[in-house]
Structure formats: structure tokens, C-alpha cells
């Protein structure tokens, strides 16, 4: 019986055609994605944000530490005015309430004196550091009057200067303002020059977590727009 000698299988054309194969399509795949990258590269940045509750707001991409000049000036007159607006009669309806009497802000204590709680709540805009001192410095200058409702006051900014850089996520503000002071009866009020520099940065915005208390609503509420107040000095016209 003869013994055939069998010739075994080269698989190495079979590799090589499986292989040009595999690389054909993965050539093929980057191709589309480059294509699709660079489509999205070239689209336009959309602008239009539609909220939760269903209005759309248009955005501007920037950078984290970046801010528009609009949002620099309208945080620094919203905060001024809420630390210095000084008032304890709160706001009743009444239409809704007619026999409700109003309750006096009974206000928050700061060193041996108080400040109004909005003012407190406002404060939270100025860096851990600048906060403390400084509301201990409104706390100073703020009438006892205020808090039996004889005494208020309302700032009324003239001028925000346009936000000038000091460095990477830092801007400086000039405002001329007047801090009136409505006191006794008073409906004509006391004029106080109050003009300052105010400087700014941009800090990280924290979303407010869920189930929040008011007491720790008000700082997120203050600092939503991902800035603070670190410096507040006399400014020099």
C-alpha cells in the first residue's frame, strides 16, 4: 500500500487578501468620519437654548473664564443695589391681604450691629475673604432706624464704566452713584456721593442642588452668574 505525502494548506493568501480587506474598510470609516467631523467643524455655533420651563434664550460661546462686558456691568449694579438698598417693610398685597400688617425685616446680625436681609442675602456675591469685612462696614453705617421702618435707602447708579481686563477671568468697573437716604418722613431724601472701583472675577458656577433650603438657596442665587466681587475701593475721578 502506498503512502500518499500530503502537501499542507497556505493560509498566507487568505491573511493577506482578509487583511487588505479589513484595512480597505477602516480606511473607508475614517474617511466618513473625517467627513462628518469636518461638516461639524464648519456648522454654524447654535445660539438657541430652550429652557426647562420652555422659553429659548440665545447664548454666545465663550470661554470658562470668560464674560461679556453685559454680564460684568449688570452683575455689578445688581449686587450694588441689593447691598445697599436698605429696607425693612416688606411687600403686601393688599388687595390680597387688606388687614395683614406688614413685619419689619428683624435683619442678621453682623459683629455688634445688623444688616438687612436682603443685604445679607446680596453679600454672597463678594469672595469669602471681602465678605465678612465688608459687611461688618455696612453693618456700621446702617441706621437702626432702618429696621423700625423709618428709615430706607435706594442707590441709584449714574455711570458703570465699560469692564476693563486686568488679567485672564479679572475686570475692573467704575461706578458713580448716589446712595439716598430716606429717613424720618423724609420723601425728598439725603444725597451721599458713592462712587467706587470695583473689581471682579469669574468664578465656576455650582448648580444649586435639589431640596434646597432658602438659607442655602441665597448663595447660589447671588453667584449664578459665575462671578464675584473680591476688591471694593474709592474711586478717583
Not at 482578509?18 to 467643524?41: P, Q, V, W
Not at 445697599?84 to 400688617?101: H, V
Not at 469692564?163 to 424720618?184: A, D, H, R, T, Y
Amino acid at each position: 500500500m502506498q503512502i500518499l505525502n500530503k502537501k499542507g494548506i497556505d493560509f498566507t493568501p487568505l491573511l493577506i487578501i482578509s487583511n487588505s480587506i479589513l484595512l480597505f474598510f477602516l480606511l473607508l470609516t475614517s474617511l466618513i468620519n473625517s467627513g462628518r467631523l469636518g461638516k461639524l467643524a464648519n456648522a454654524d455655533t447654535p445660539t438657541l437654548v430652550e429652557l426647562s420651563d420652555g422659553n429659548s434664550v440665545r447664548v454666545t460661546p465663550i470661554g470658562s473664564k470668560e464674560r461679556t462686558p453685559q454680564a460684568i456691568t449688570n452683575f455689578v449694579g445688581k449686587t450694588m443695589t441689593g447691598l445697599l438698598n436698605w429696607n425693612a417693610l416688606p411687600k403686601i398685597d393688599e388687595e390680597l391681604y387688606p388687614n395683614k400688617k406688614p413685619e419689619l425685616d428683624s435683619g442678621v446680625q453682623t459683629g455688634d450691629k445688623k444688616i438687612t436681609t436682603s443685604t445679607w442675602a446680596a453679600g454672597f456675591a463678594l469672595s469669602e475673604d471681602f465678605r465678612v469685612p465688608f459687611l461688618r462696614e455696612l453693618s456700621n453705617v446702617t441706621p437702626d432706624s432702618v429696621f423700625n421702618g423709618s428709615t430706607q435707602s435706594a442707590l441709584i447708579v449714574r455711570h458703570l464704566s465699560p469692564p476693563k481686563s486686568i488679567k485672564e477671568g479679572e475686570w475692573e468697573v467704575s461706578m458713580v452713584s448716589n446712595l439716598i437716604i430716606f429717613q424720618n418722613g423724609n420723601q425728598v431724601g439725603k444725597a451721599i456721593s458713592f462712587n467706587k472701583s470695583i473689581f471682579v472675577r469669574a468664578i465656576d458656577n455650582i448648580p444649586l442642588p435639589k431640596n434646597a433650603s432658602i438659607l442655602q438657596q441665597a448663595p447660589y442665587q447671588a453667584r449664578k452668574a459665575g462671578l464675584e466681587i473680591f476688591k471694593i475701593q474709592d474711586l478717583n475721578l
